[in-house]
Structure formats: structure tokens, C-alpha cells
């Protein structure tokens, strides 16, 4: 039988490990996947309302903006979920939203705030 060097015997065992983890981890549970939609939300609404709120004119949006844009792509179905909610839809002009996902490129989803 092979000896594996030390080297591939700290990586076996990282890997073993890391996999143990996972499988023990799962998925996230409802509960904090809820949590950090809200959190995405309030950061949205914190960094870029200027830019997307119905009243005021089209605004290339800031640094901060775009970056809290591309860290709630990481989770598009909770803002679209609260785009198509009837608060959203009174405060917010979805064609300022496309306009600032796009200067941020991100692409928003087919679909999205319906």
C-alpha cells in the first residue's frame, strides 16, 4: 500500500473535514435565510432609496449602493418577493431599479417585482 506524505494527509483530512461539516451543517434553516432577506432589504432601502424611490430625478447610483446591490444578488428571489410586495410598489419606481441593477451591473431576473 502507498504511504501518503504528510502533505496529502493534512489535505485528506481538511478534505474529510470540510465535507463532515457540510453534511452535518445542511442547508440554512428558514428562520435565518428570513433574517438575512430582511437584512438585504433594510440595506437596500438604507443605501439606494435616493436612486430607486418613485419621487426625484433618475440618479447614477453611489459606490455603496451598487456594492450592497451585488450582495443581495446573492439572493434574488427575496427581492423580488419584495418588489412585487404593495409597499414596494408604492415606493418604488421599477424602472429606476433596472436602471441603477444595470449601472451596478447586476441583471435583475425575468420576472422579477411581479
Known sequence: MAQLSSTGLLAVSLLLL???AAAVSGPPSPQYEALE???DINAL???CKQYVQKKG???KPSSDC???VQVADAHPSCVCDYLGSPDAKEKISMEKV???TNQCGVTVPAGCGE
Do not use: G, H, M
Open 45 to 47: 432601502w438604507r443605501n
Open 98 to 100: 433596472f436602471y441603477v
Open 57 to 59: 430625478p433618475k440618479k
Open 66 to 68: 451598487c456594492r450592497t
Open 37 to 39: 432577506c430582511q437584512n
Open 18 to 20: 470540510f465535507a463532515a
